[in-house]
């Protein structure tokens, strides 16, 4: 499980630096400020959790249990719930997905805490 905690990881820093240099660089011009913005912050909520992923990876290799991997299951959940409908969001303007953000950012949340404890409980 490690392995694809760790393969998942680093495919999304992958992702997360191809849309940072998109969004720098390819949508400048095209979009308002303030949807830049929205898709910068799923580019850094991307990239903090792919990172989590790693650490992730490491803790599962480190106390196999089923709380760790939920963790990232859950970070996995929150990249694409959270940083995916905000680059919808601020790519086609589909506002309605600005609903299903929340979701992912508490899909963030109980991954952390999921972590925490299974070190914890390890």
Same mark, same amino acid.
């Not at 303030?34 to 650490?55: D, K, N, P, S």
């Not at 249990?65 to 970070?75: K, Q, T």
């Given at each position: ?7 998942? !990881? ?9 849309? !940072?240099?998109?969004?720098?660089? !390819?949508?400048?011009? @095209? ?12 580019? @850094? ?11 992730? %990876?490491?803790?599962? &290799?480190?106390?196999?249990?089923? $709380? ?14 959270? &940083?995916?409908?905000?680059? $919808? ?6 506002? /309605?997905? !600005? %609903? ?5 950012? $508490?899909?963030?949340?109980?991954? /952390?805490?999921?972590? $925490?404890?299974?070190?914890? @409980?390890?």
């Amino acid at each position: 499980m490690e392995k694809l905690f760790a393969i998942t !990881g680093g495919i999304s820093a992958l992702l997360g630096v191809v849309a !940072g240099a998109f969004g720098a660089h !390819g949508l400048k011009d @095209r979009i308002s400020p303030e949807m830049l913005e929205i898709f910068e912050t799923a580019v @850094r909520y991307q990239m903090y959790h792919a990172f989590g992923l790693f650490f992730v %990876a490491w803790a599962v &290799s480190r106390w196999p249990d089923a $709380v760790p991997s939920a963790a990232g299951w859950s970070f996995i959940a929150g990249t694409v719930l959270f &940083s995916g409908s905000l680059y $919808v969001l601020s790519l086609a303007g589909i506002r /309605w997905l !600005g %609903a299903v953000t929340p979701l992912g950012g $508490v899909a963030f949340i109980v991954g /952390w805490i999921l972590l $925490v404890y299974g070190i914890y @409980r390890a």
